[in-house]
């Protein structure tokens, strides 16, 4: 074995694991990620990260549902395959060395508005709850949603979403996207700040919801 590739066959890191399973409870209890929907991932260092495998219940994750993506050999170790939206995840982790954890759930606000939404944004303004995202200070900073058709070419949509971002994102207030008729991606620099984001972003989304239904 080349030993470059030593530590790229080794298991999931155990703090690395325990992050990813406990971000499984804590989706699936909330139900967006109903059956077996979603995917989870958390960076391990600069060339890998650790994502579900695909068709696992997030609300019931063992350390071996969890897979070494490895970025420069793009592929997944263990014999198992990751999720089918893994070029996402790395997507976000090549793009921009702040990310840490990357959370794709299915959660219903966000789906609905997704398929609701005529535009490729959503402007979230005025908001106290926007403060929840990482460096808004103010109900006044506004924060776009992009939103992206959906697609079973998850390379070419990957590449979609890097043009559309750009390296480090777009901008300094951008969170999460979503996938028309699919779901919520956000990340953050830690887990905690990935789940923090996808829950504030889903509940700012389902006000936005609310409104169209008043208006």
């Known amino acids: 074995m080349n030993p470059k590739d030593s530590h790229r066959d080794a298991a999931v890191p155990a703090r690395v694991a325990e992050d990813v399973i406990a ?23 600069a060339g890998s990260m650790a994502i579900t495998a695909s068709g696992v219940d997030k609300g019931a994750l063992l350390s071996s549902d969890l897979l070494v993506y490895d970025f420069a050999g793009g592929r997944a170790l263990g014999g198992r395959a990751s999720s089918a939206e893994t070029a996402l995840h790395v997507e976000r982790y090549t793009a921009d060395a702040t990310v840490g954890a990357v959370v794709h759930v299915h959660a219903r606000n966000a789906t609905v508005l997704s398929m609701a939404t005529r535009g490729d944004v959503i402007r ?18 506004p924060v776009d949603v992009p939103v992206f058709p959906n697609t079973q070419d998850m390379d070419a949509l990957a590449r979609d979403v890097r043009k559309r971002l750009g390296a480090g994102g777009d901008g300094a207030h951008t969170f999460g996207y979503l996938l028309a008729g699919h779901g919520l991606y956000a990340w953050g620099r830690t887990m905690a700040d990935a789940l923090r984001h996808t829950e504030a972003l889903e509940f700012l989304l389902g ?6 239904r008043v208006a």
Do not use: F, M, Q
């Not at 971000?23 to 260092?45: H, K, M, Q």
């Not at 303004?125 to 460096?135: N, P």
């Open 23 to 45: 971000a499984g409870i804590y989706v699936s209890a909330r139900g967006w990620t109903p059956a077996t929907a979603g995917n989870l991932s958390a960076r391990i260092d």
């Open 124 to 141: 979230l303004e005025g908001y106290e709850l926007l403060k929840a995202l990482d460096g808004v200070r103010t109900h006044e900073t």
């Open 207 to 212: 006000c936005e919801l609310e409104r169209r």
